[in-house]
């Protein structure tokens, strides 16, 4: 458009400047100007995403006084102890006591959940994975902070309800997971109602509550995380049923810990060969 | 007389052509009253971060944090006059702050930052529709929402489906999009909601907002997506198959984006797309220069060069 406007300015410039060829320029001009669009173009793009580190020196004091209170009453909160460990509680492989603590809980609080949505059906065990217990428990004081530190996740639990083939997928992939060689955050942590030997990396013996794998559907209570496949738990899509607790893993965990407390009782975690290796 | 005759046919060509100016230059225009500046400042999935993450944390050592983050708001408007700021959802889910006090913090926070609008996020479900209705009386700004159809819960004509700001002269329309519910939020926390398809959405109240409410500016707060493999309705999809949108505010996938991106939309129109990764890290802002007469934005344009005065 500016170059056409910079033509029609040199032709006119060697033009007769009669009356005639300024109404002709002018015409022309303002065809020109109706057909082109009146801004500017900006050389580029003007925007800038700042990132919010210490280099941004203008905290806003209001906006602290306003928090101060909730964070205070929250670090509070956080630092209450719920209950007192006896033992300090770590992940394993094939079975550690922090696994295990937390897989028979979620049973536990499972079941108690469980019979408020289906009172014909009973759940066969629970099943967490290593990779979402994000930190280990001490011997001693369990802070409800510490317990968010365990679970920072909102994961809630699940009833999954499978086959017996599925089920048997299942207890080969704990197997595979059950390799020493792996990183800890591998394993997969089952309740104690499940025996399973392991022989180089494949399921030997198998029972649910002493009982041998039969024809027949099985229920597993987990994380929803899991429950959608994650962590490659690809035995758990496409399952029978589904039925949400309404609960979430963090919750249940709280709940337990609190309950265990108001019992008189301390908090337990041991291996029993639940998971083993043998020939 | 010759002279001047000419000289009035070159200033006619300066106002008609497309001149290309730096942002310096249009900074220029704004203190000469030529032009008007609105800053569109934004964040996405703050999922209550409040304070800064720990100094030891391995990703994110002690960025983020609702004070600094209003001290850099403050500052800003106090620089420049015509200031929108947006939110693009979930807001809730992050911290204990939520698990203890319901979402009251964030959007007291929020509030006294003096957002001017937000959109649900998929996370702003976390405690159902009753948790939300629980501390949405501490958000003294609106929920935009222009897919989800509430009619049939609790948060029926609690959120709108477009709001027009007035900033200077300039008209600015904004709406908001949600992600599918449906596999992602758990049925008994939305319960009745309605999810419609975002794209005849977009275009029914982009087309509202730019053609028949005349904005000068129509901004899309969008929850859903930057971009997947599959083929998911995303921002970059959205830009695509929509017109009269300038803006996209997105969120969900958290996108770190440096700039805004720039796309083209269904008639080859300029979008642009920002979106700023999560947890209050970064500051989206997005500058439009407007001319004052016309309204019409400046156009943004990598590799244009200096305008330069006829003579």
């Given at each position: 458009m500016l170059l056409l406007g910079y033509i029609t300015m040199f032709v006119f410039q060697f033009m007769k400047h009669t009356f005639s060829t300024y109404l002709v320029v002018f015409s022309l001009l303002l065809i020109l100007l109706n057909g082109c669009k009146q801004y500017y173009v900006l050389n580029n793009t003007a925007s800038t995403n700042v990132v919010l580190n210490e280099e941004v020196k203008s905290e806003d004091k209001s906006i602290e006084e306003e928090i101060k209170p909730f964070r205070d009453a929250l670090k509070a909160s956080m630092d209450e102890v719920l209950n007192e460990s006896v033992v300090e509680m770590t992940t394993g492989i094939p079975e550690g006591n922090l696994g295990n603590f937390v897989a028979d809980l979620v049973m536990d609080i499972g079941e108690d959940y469980y019979e408020k949505i289906n009172d014909e059906d009973e759940i066969d065990f629970a099943l967490l994975n290593n990779g979402g217990l994000r930190t280990s428990l001490p011997k001693g004081a369990i802070t409800r902070g510490k317990v968010f530190e365990l679970m920072p996740f909102?994961?809630?639990?699940?009833?999954?309800?499978?086959?017996?083939?599925?089920?048997?997928?299942?207890?080969?992939?704990?197997?595979?997971?059950?390799?020493?060689?792996?990183?800890?955050?591998?394993?997969?942590?089952?309740?104690?109602?499940?025996?399973?030997?392991?022989?180089?990396?494949?399921?030997k013996e198998a029972y649910i509550d002493k009982e041998s794998i039969v024809s027949r559907e099985y229920r597993v209570v987990t994380s929803d995380y899991l429950a959608n496949g994650g962590d490659k738990m690809n035995f758990f899509l496409n399952p029978i049923k589904t039925e949400k607790l309404g609960v979430k893993l963090r919750d249940a965990i709280l709940e337990y810990i609190i309950e265990e407390k108001e019992d008189g009782d301390k908090l337990e975690a041991k291996k029993d060969k639940r998971i083993s290796y043998g020939k | 007389?010759?002279?001047?005759?000419?000289?009035?046919?070159?200033?006619?060509?300066?106002?008609?052509?497309?001149?290309?100016?730096?942002?310096?230059?249009?900074?220029?225009?704004?203190?000469?009253g030529e032009a008007v500046k609105l800053v569109v400042l934004h964040t996405n999935d703050v999922h209550s971060h409040v304070d800064p993450f720990e100094d030891n944390d391995p990703k994110y050592p002690g960025l983020g944090?609702?004070?600094?983050?209003?001290?850099?708001?403050?500052?800003?408007?106090?620089?420049?006059?015509?200031?929108?700021?947006?939110?693009?959802?979930?807001?809730?889910?992050?911290?204990?702050?939520?698990?203890?006090?319901?979402?009251?913090?964030?959007?007291?926070?929020?509030?006294?930052?003096?957002?001017?609008?937000?959109?649900?996020?998929?996370?702003?479900?976390?405690?159902?529709?009753?948790?939300?209705?629980?501390?949405?009386?501490?958000?003294?700004?609106?929920?935009?929402?222009?897919?989800?159809?509430?009619?049939?819960?609790?948060?029926?004509?609690?959120?709108?489906?477009?709001?027009?700001?007035?900033?200077?002269?300039?008209?600015?329309?904004?709406?908001?999009?949600?992600?599918?519910?449906?596999?992602?939020?758990?049925?008994?926390?939305?319960?009745?909601?309605?999810?419609?398809?975002?794209?005849?959405?977009?275009?029914?109240?982009?087309?509202?907002?730019?053609?028949?409410?005349?904005?000068?500016?129509?901004?899309?707060?969008?929850?859903?997506?930057?971009?997947?493999?599959?083929?998911?309705?995303?921002?970059?999809?959205?830009?695509?198959?929509?017109?009269?949108?300038?803006?996209?505010?997105?969120?969900?996938?958290?996108?770190?984006?440096?700039?805004?991106?720039?796309?083209?939309?269904?008639?080859?129109?300029?979008?642009?797309?920002?979106?700023?990764?999560?947890?209050?890290?970064?500051?989206?802002?997005?500058?439009?220069?407007?001319?004052?007469?016309?309204?019409?934005?400046?156009?943004?344009?990598?590799n244009g060069q200096d305008f330069v005065k006829i003579k």
């Open positions: 909102e994961n809630e639990l699940v009833v999954i309800t499978l086959s017996k083939d599925k089920l048997i997928e299942l207890f080969e992939f704990v197997a595979l997971k059950s390799d020493t060689n792996l990183s800890v955050k591998k394993g997969v942590p089952l309740s104690k109602e499940v025996k399973l030997i392991i022989n180089n990396k494949k399921v | 007389m010759e002279n001047s005759r000419r000289s009035f046919l070159q200033s006619l060509f300066l106002v008609g052509g497309v001149g290309v100016v730096s942002q310096a230059k249009a900074e220029s225009l704004v203190v000469k944090g609702a004070s600094r983050r209003a001290g850099l708001i403050n500052k800003i408007r106090k620089e420049n006059e015509h200031v929108l700021l947006l939110d693009a959802g979930d807001i809730f889910q992050g911290t204990p702050y939520f698990n203890m006090y319901g979402g009251e913090l964030e959007l007291t926070l929020m509030s006294k930052m003096g957002y001017d609008a937000t959109t649900m996020g998929n996370h702003d479900f976390d405690n159902g529709l009753d948790g939300f209705m629980a501390v949405n009386h501490h958000a003294k700004f609106p929920y935009i929402c222009s897919n989800y159809d509430f009619s049939n819960t609790i948060l029926k004509d609690k959120t709108i489906p477009y709001k027009i700001f007035y900033k200077g002269n300039i008209k600015i329309g904004v709406f908001g999009l949600g992600v599918e519910l449906d596999g992602l939020v758990d049925k008994k926390l939305y319960g009745e909601t309605i999810y419609n398809d975002p794209v005849p959405v977009a275009n029914k109240y982009a087309k509202l907002l730019k053609t028949e409410q005349n904005c000068d500016l129509v901004i899309c707060l969008s929850h859903l997506g930057y971009e997947y493999q599959d083929d998911r309705i995303s921002d970059l999809k959205l830009a695509e198959k929509t017109s009269n949108i300038d803006l996209i505010i997105g969120g969900h996938t958290h996108t770190f984006l440096d700039q805004a991106k720039e796309m083209k939309n269904k008639e080859g129109k300029k979008v642009l797309i920002n979106q700023v990764g999560w947890a209050g890290i970064r500051l989206g802002k997005v500058e439009f220069y407007f001319d004052k007469t016309s309204k019409k934005v400046y156009e943004y344009s990598k």
